[in-house]
């Protein structure tokens, strides 16, 4: 079978090319879910829309949003790439593992890829439990997976230059 390989961020960039074919055996990933990536501007109300249930207590939420400023320079705006059947599996699986550990009805997490203006919103995480523990430590548990995890890449973008940050960058 016939496989397209993908480079994202830094290292497409240090390759020179971002795809090609090779013959390979592989499964690829399922996606599916309340689980998304967009280029479009993300809506807190629409993750809290995918978790609202009549058995949850508590609704947890996160919204990272772009900052100016990240280790000492100005930021123009951020540049988000993803792997995007494969991302949307590994926030699949990261709601898994959170609803095996806490009591929880639902998780939602939403990304933006693309061009991420200063002050916009770049991610959301809505989270539901019976209880505010369980969805509050679910929700801190999300974003900081999420981070390790996820095949997103992120390219920040400075007065006079720019930088891939994080994992495989």
């Known amino acids: 079978m016939s496989v397209r390989v993908r480079l994202f961020a830094g290292l497409r960039e240090r390759a020179g090319w971002s795809q090609r074919e090779i013959e390979v055996a592989v499964i ?10 967009s280029d479009e501007p993300l809506s807190l109300d629409r993750a809290i829309g995918e978790v609202r249930s009549d058995a949850a207590g508590a609704i947890a939420t996160f919204t990272g949003t772009t900052r100016k400023e990240s280790r000492g320079r100005a930021v123009s705006y951020l540049d988000y790439e993803a792997y995007e059947g494969m991302a949307e599996d590994v926030m699949a699986e990261i709601a898994s593992e959170l609803q095996s550990r806490y009591d929880l009805c639902a998780v939602a997490i939403h990304h933006r890829v693309g061009r991420v203006e200063i002050g916009d919103t770049s991610v959301v995480i809505a989270v539901s439990a019976p ?21 997103l890449w992120k390219k920040e973008v400075y007065e006079g230059g720019e930088e891939w940050i994080g994992r495989g960058s």
């Open 131 to 151: 209880h505010r523990q369980d969805a509050l430590a679910a929700c801190k548990d999300a974003i900081d997976t999420l981070k390790q995890q996820v095949p």
């Open 28 to 37: 690829p990933p399922v996606s599916g879910g309340a689980f998304l990536l």
